[in-house]
């Protein structure tokens, strides 16, 4: 193409075409055309419709008012749905009726308001166009020695270079007071807890039974047929007083039923489960979501904010997605009367990874 | 003002004469308008994006601060006793309970909640699409980086708002979304878990993250975002707004209708038609129904939800790593599933944030630039543009990769496979493709200034030759087509000590790559000359 040998002695102040305020900034490798073209100046300007046939300007002024009125009625129109259609019957029907008809009326209001002013402005307003000079950002040499001599004399009157141990201890001392505000801010979190401690525990205990979630049933093993899938809590959640949801949330458990021939357990698992029936927890190794979903004839979980799969018949390690780590296992065992229970609390930490984790 | 004389009750002044000149002995407004009033704000439809996000935020301040007379961020638990039947007697929170309440038994409640959720998806697309415009035409160039900076900052504090916002009601998925917040918190190396244990205010969830989100979101990051775009204002009216080249225009002037009255008309009008718009659309479509969610809790979750679009990136982001990507290793649990994405993002933001000052350096162009480019002018800012677009557009897809995999029939795998390619790859085809179609653009332009632009006019030659007739550009046409600035890849000198720095040698391959195929505008001798190229 043109002029692709630079030498750099063309590199030299383009723009020349605007000579009226062309500064002195480097206009760095942006290339002077020597002979570009000059600017041709404004067009003529062209008259709109309503500027040369009066009728139309008529027209355009009818619109415009018409367009208020309707706003008017708009509002009016949202004001009476307001009151015509109460949803005081428990009835989802009249909620959404309610809402449709105070909608309609507002959108009319603002819609007819806003075109309306938009065409006033647009076909009725005189079609001016104005032209203003731009200046340099930095303002006028007069104007930037002014600052200066600003900043110069207030420095010398008091003394801010000068005194330098005046000045070095203010900033310190600046810097400085801010601390306890932060330090407050230790108080969002309690001050009697560790989260190490409180992110490896939850409340599954030896013997702690398996309950439905969310009625709190307990489960027995004979009820648990293969291919089943049920979603676990420990008993005993549901009467918490307190922190029931930071419990759940670290304690709630998958329980599946496979054929023990498909089950392909670690040897130092063999007795954590029963008669092909696994526990494993539901909260996903990623990030945490409940990993809900389960394909039962693949064993599969899969973890729908990812979509982190987990295989159930290899003691759930992820076979697909972002999670690393399987899903945990909790040891299970049966009561006397049949009931499946706990062996013991998971023997690591559930759910997402953190940094003391190991 | 001729009518500020002292003299009062001057029989002929009108009542808005006199209430002006009352005003103004008071307040020194005259010298205001007078700066102001008169400003000539040039027009284009693309200039209307940075009003539209103005607009809905103005109208998300107004629907929510009638909601917060009837929302209480409270995490208390209750049995709810609304009108939404199916619900009755759940235990939830007082949070989840009052924003059912917002929706089934106040008139017009459910009206404003939407609007509010409505108008907060269209401001941070607005913004977007805003920042999008700034960057194709470069009006992000001297002098204003600084605005840039403080409208991405926007950006990320819209995101922020909506997130906060969205977490508010304390509904199942709202409470996902937290779980996923404070996983990912939880994978940051050495402060993530006790950072994650501050936020929630001990274990998630914890009885505490509503209120402070509503801390956050009514206040802080409202008052942080009317700070920012305040002095984004201040800027504009400091900067005066660019404009595209045309006949008349040039870098010392800007061209367009008063402020008052046909600019402010326009943009008033504008105003109502967007308040308009949110309210049509909050009368006819349902969002959030989290009545049909229900509150939280942590076991149960159904598949296929999806957050707002805005935070979907980075959702996509956490989707897209390959499995296996966690160790253990000094006695820490090292998280590179959750590291790689939020340092991605984190350098994403960076370049983004940094690039008028990047672009600065590479043309060392002091000057102050008041014309907008067109994007085919400066190719390879344009490709790098649909580059940067390519990737977000791919996490973006990710976040839906489930939704993608199901409604096309896919594997779940061979999705995010695909979106794995397209963020990796993609930007450099897109890079690729478009710096091509910009120089093609650009040989195009040069053609019809040389030869005309082609009538359609066949005429038929005594030599049984077909031709078309192209007609000549007048010169107000022409100057459109010319009237851009090219730059020469830096030629590499010494300094004043006779040697070659390495910085000097970094920018100059910058400078190479950024202005080695570009096509300068054809000039008045190429014209006249009538043969300027062929090609
Ligand atoms: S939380 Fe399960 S895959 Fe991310």
Redo the contacts between chains.
Sequence with gaps: MAQDDNSGAELAAADSSHAAHASDASPGTALIVQDAFENPGFPAHRPRVTDENPQREKRAQRTVYTLFYLSILGSLWAVAAYMLFPMESNNPGDVRLNNLFIGLGAALALLALGIGIVHWGKSVMEDVELVDERHPIGGSPETQAAAVKVFTDSDRESGFTRRSVIRNSLIGAIVVFPLPALVLFRGLAPQDQLPVPLLSHTMWRKGTRLALDPSGAPIKASDVTIGSAFHVIPEGLNDLEHGKLDEKAKAAVLLMRLEPSELNELPERKDWSYDGIVAYSKICTHVGCPVALYEQHTHHLLCPCHQSQFDVANHCEVIFGPAKRPLPQLPIAIDDEGYLIAQSDFTEPVGPSFWERH | MSTASPTTGTPKRSFTTSAAVYVNERTSIAGFVKELG???FPDHWSFLLGEVALFSFVVILISGTFLTFFFQASMAEVHYDG???PLKGVEMSVAMASTLDI???I??G??VR??HHWAALLFVAAIGLHMLRIYFTGAFRK?REFNWVIGFTLFILAMAEGFTGYSLPDDLLSG?GL??I???V?????????T????F??????T?IVG?LYSLHIMILPALVIAFIALHLVFVV???HTQYAG????????????IL??Y???A??????????L??I???FTINPIWNYGP??????????QPDWYIGFA?GA?????????F?WL???W?F??LVPLIAIGIFIVLVLMYPFIEAWI??????H?IADRPRNAPTRTAIGAAGVTFYAGLWAAAS??ILATHFWLT??GV?HALQAVVIIGPFIAYFITKRVCIALQKKDREIVLHGYESGRIVRLPGGEYIEVHEPLD??D??RL??F???????I?PNARGKITAGQKFRASL?RWF?ED?????????LESGHG?HH
């Design positions: 008169r400003k000539a009108s939404y039947v929706s089934f038994d008139r017009g459910l009206f939407q609007m002098p996902n779980r996923i404070d996983g990912l939880k994978g940051i190396p050495v402060i993530g878990t006790w994650s244990f501050l936020i205010g001990g274990e998630f969830p914890g505490q402070r400091v900067h005066k006949p008349g225009k040039t870098p010392q002037n800007a061209v367009g209708p008063p009255p046909i402010a008309a326009k008033g009008g504008f105003f109502f038609i967007i308040f308009g718009v309210a049509l909050a009368a006819l939280y809790d942590p076991s149960p979750v159904s598949a296929g939800t959702d956490l989707r897209l790593i390959p499995p296996g990507w966690e253990v006695d820490r649990t998280s599933n959750i043309t060392g162009d002091k000057r102050e008041h990769s489930d779940m795998e995010i010169e107000y022409r100057w010319v009237s600035e090219s730059y020469a890849p830096l030629m000198r400078s202005f570009r096509i300068a505008p054809v000039t008045k001798g190429e190229e």
